[in-house]
């Protein structure tokens, strides 16, 4: 069985932000961006992100590239890959349009008595959440999700990155200064996070111009080897 492995993807303000102060839907990338992050989620089986990014987005992010979706084809692969939703809120509208878009929608939650019984609308499948999100991922492993591409938010950024869980960071640096708190680590993981004394933990892998002044970097954890 393949290893999972955790591609952190995401669009960056200059000064770290990844929304703005007010907070909600942000959209920072441009084209480059979009590009190469359809280009990942192309890669991957799954694309993972917290309830709160889904309150602010109401959608998930698709494929719409018809060579991207076209090689997935020919892969045996499904168009679009599987949407995972974390949260145990399950306070979202079936009018939302992540509820029309062409996709499986599988939601991750604490289990209780309640949610074991029923599943909520619109989603395919639920799976419980236990004590480390290590174990979720050998969950989807199991079911053939071993690529995973994780969209956000903070909290989740963090916990994964707490429990040493991302493999790769792509990065797309925007030009712009927005100031605020959201940033794309949450400010407790300093204070908690037993490898922040170590040094070289990441091996950069890749910078590339995306045009509109963007630019793409990549990270691989300096332990792993790319799968």
């Not at 997935?72 to 349009?97: H, M």
């Not at 959440?129 to 290590?134: L, P, Q, S, Y």
């Not at 963090?158 to 100031?179: R, V, W």
Request: glycine share 8%; charged share 20%; net charge positive.
């Amino acid at each position: 069985m393949k290893k999972s492995w955790v591609k952190l993807v995401l669009a960056s303000s200059i000064d770290g932000r990844i929304a703005y102060p007010e907070g909600g839907k942000t959209n920072l990338g441009k084209s480059g961006d979009n590009l190469v992050l359809e280009e990942s989620l192309a890669w991957s089986d799954g694309i993972l992100m917290g309830g709160q990014t889904l309150r602010d987005h109401q959608s998930i992010c698709i494929i719409k590239n018809k060579t991207l979706i076209n090689k997935r084809i020919l892969e045996g692969k499904e168009e679009q890959p599987i949407s995972l939703v974390a949260s145990n809120q399950i306070d979202f509208p079936i009018t939302w349009l992540f509820f029309k878009q062409p996709v499986q929608r599988w939601l991750i939650q604490k289990p209780n008595q309640t949610n074991e019984r029923i599943l909520p609308n619109g989603f395919h499948e639920r799976l419980n959440f236990k004590i480390k999100w290590r174990d979720v991922l050998d969950e989807l492993n199991h079911k053939g999700l071993s690529k995973i591409v994780l969209l956000g938010g903070a909290k989740m950024i963090s916990a994964f990155l707490m429990e040493d869980l991302i493999n790769e960071l792509q990065i797309t640096i925007t030009p712009q200064l927005i100031g605020g708190s959201y940033c794309w680590v949450s400010s407790t993981l300093n204070k908690l996070n037993p490898m922040r004394n170590q040094s070289n933990n990441w091996v950069l892998k890749e910078t590339k111009q995306l045009g509109n002044n963007e630019l793409l970097i990549r990270y691989f954890k300096s332990n792993y080897s790319k799968i």
